[in-house]
């Protein structure tokens, strides 16, 4: 297969590896609605993530690897008007020495695409991790990159799993201030994570539905009819050549030259169940058969790759759509995405299917869109969807978190109703911690939380996110198919370095006899053990002692 090759890829190559996994911060001023109280962890609310987006998305890895259902993303374009940065701390005395000829990425820089390139590497890897099996991935780009962003998807997605471009027309008009061409449309690249995703239908445009109707009152409700002719000639489908009776005149009809669509077994199957229509008055030369609406709408429809401002939306109506919850025509934010757009994407990775609790992660967060879209879709169907938005500025507390505040309150003024009374819902706002460090442990200068070393832990031995990760009085806090997670840890030292710390053999037996219960085995995180390591395998488990032994588990 074709790659990709640009300066700086040798350098970047497996730099994903090496960023530290860094705790999650939360700043409750910044949030909205939560409360300390609940079980519920504060990382499982909707999320909006202030940090640059490569170490975010390294820190959401433990909580979240395998479990976001749909990512968009809206990278720079690199169209040499941004000024953006690429500032990424590689280790490398060549790569440091090259970055530093620029600062902003800028027209004038030669090499902008190369160090865009540099900078997509890294995230889309991470990226990868975090979305589900049955996830797919959405990234805007406009022609500047395009043909570079699907060449570096083939390679690191693979060329098997892309599913489309899509062309979205992101304005009406033409600028007649162009000197070649006007631009009226922008790529939506399309990749699913594994082929699990084989087979994708999207609700039914109310549009389609009006095509429907009951000529025959049927009391299984509208339909619309198709050809019961095969485009095939009979001598190619001798198999489905019979003849079918016109239930009117009981006259036996064969076509003269074409065979059937269908076998004769399906057929009669059709005439048991009246779904053949011959006209009104049995006037038809040949049968058409009748397709419900009730079943097109739970089968769905196919999704297309053109997605008309008549639909998404355009970049003018998110303008608008910013300013009215701002109540401000004065925000210098550019061509922000319509909501329309989102929710249309967030619909073709949930299907036609009834879950409604989808993770949506959006890792160039900008202004918020994709978290209103979240919030308006819950309020129209009553969903449990949660979004993660992860944004670098500074303005992403003031711009994209406040933006979330305002539409979940309400926005006074709105035409929208749902938007005047309030989305509703709650976020937990965070920053970007201490990274985890092992070693950091023995001395007590750098100690996790219980709920971040868990989910790093667990990361770690298994490569995904547990289902959930939840201290218990055991110190049980999570599992897989056929192993329990136990971490005996406070972060404290005086706690690490007294017996309290220890699995003792009373821990021991109340941990093999839950595990023989439920048929699993169990793995112990905790700094010492007061039990041999041949007793404990006795006993179905294994000892991993703090902080030497935390690492990939081969079966898990």
Not at 184 to 209: A, G, P, T
Not at 420 to 427: K, M, S, T, Y
Not at 509 to 518: D, H, L, R, Y
Request: overall charge negative; charged content about 25%; proline content about 4%.
């Amino acid at each position: 297969m074709p790659t990709l090759d640009f300066k700086g890829k040798q350098f970047i190559y497996g730099y994903h590896l090496t960023v530290p996994v860094r705790t999650l911060k939360i700043d409750k001023q910044k949030s909205l609605n939560i409360g300390g109280s609940r079980r519920k962890s504060l990382l499982d609310e909707n999320l909006i993530l202030h940090g640059d987006n490569l170490h975010a998305l390294k820190a959401l890895l433990p909580r979240y690897a395998g479990k976001v259902k749909c990512i968009y993303i809206d990278p720079p374009y690199n169209t040499g008007n941004e000024n953006w940065v690429y500032n990424d701390n590689v280790n490398s005395p060549m790569m440091q020495a090259w970055l530093e000829k620029h600062g902003p990425v800028d027209l004038e820089d030669l090499e902008r695409h190369d160090k865009w390139l540099c900078m997509m590497w890294p995230r889309l890897h991470l990226l990868y991790e975090l979305l589900s099996d049955d996830g797919i991935i959405f990234i805007s780009i406009d022609d500047n990159e395009q043909h570079h962003l699907r060449l570096l998807m083939d390679e690191i997605w693979g060329v098997e799993n892309f599913l489309a471009d899509i062309i979205w027309q992101h304005r009406y008009g033409r600028s007649n201030n162009a000197k070649l061409f006007s631009n009226q449309r922008e790529h939506i690249i399309v990749y699913r994570k594994s082929d699990i995703v084989s087979h994708i239908r999207v609700k039914r445009d109310e549009k389609l539905n009006e095509t429907y109707s009951n000529p025959d009152d049927d009391p299984r409700g509208s339909w619309v009819s198709s050809s019961y002719v095969n485009p095939a000639l009979k001598e190619q489908r001798p198999n489905l050549v019979y003849a079918v009776i016109n239930p009117y005149t009981g006259e036996a009809i064969n076509h003269p030259t074409h065979a059937w669509k269908y076998s004769r077994n399906t057929y009669q199957e059709h005439v048991r169940e009246n779904r053949l229509w011959w006209g009104i008055n049995g006037n038809l030369c040949y049968p058409r058969l009748k397709n419900f609406l009730s079943e097109s709408e739970e089968k769905g429809i196919v999704p297309i790759d053109l997605m008309l401002a008549d639909i998404a939306g355009t970049t003018d109506e998110g303008t608008k759509q910013l300013q009215t919850v701002f109540q401000s025509g004065a925000l210098a934010f550019n061509n922000p995405k319509p909501t329309r757009l989102i929710a249309n994407l967030i619909e073709i990775a949930e299907g036609v299917s009834k879950k409604n609790d989808t993770i949506v992660l959006d890792a160039f967060a900008g202004s918020g869109t994709t978290a209103q879209a979240v919030l308006a879709l819950n309020k129209a169907d009553g969903g449990n969807r949660k979004f993660i938005l992860v944004e670098c500025e500074d303005y992403a507390d003031t711009i994209t978190a406040e933006r979330v505040r305002r539409v979940i309150n309400g926005v006074e003024n709105a035409t929208d109703e749902s938007l005047r009374e309030g989305l509703g819902g709650a976020f937990t706002y965070c920053t970007l911690g201490e990274q985890i460090d092992e070693e950091g442990m023995l001395t007590g200068e750098n100690l996790p939380t219980y709920e971040a070393l868990a989910d790093y832990i667990a990361y770690t031995a298994t490569g995904r996110a547990l289902a959930f990760t939840r201290k218990e009085e055991d110190y049980y806090f999570g599992e897989t198919s056929d192993i329990r997670f136990y971490l005996i840890y406070e972060p404290s030292l005086d706690f690490l370095e007294s017996p309290a710390s220890a699995l003792d053999g009373e821990r021991a037996e109340e941990i093999a006899k839950v595990c023989k219960e439920t048929g699993q085995k169990a793995y112990v995180y905790a700094p010492q053990k007061f039990v041999s390591q041949k007793e404990l395998t006795h006993l179905g488990i294994t000892f991993c002692q703090l902080p030497y032994n935390i690492h990939r588990i081969s079966d898990a």
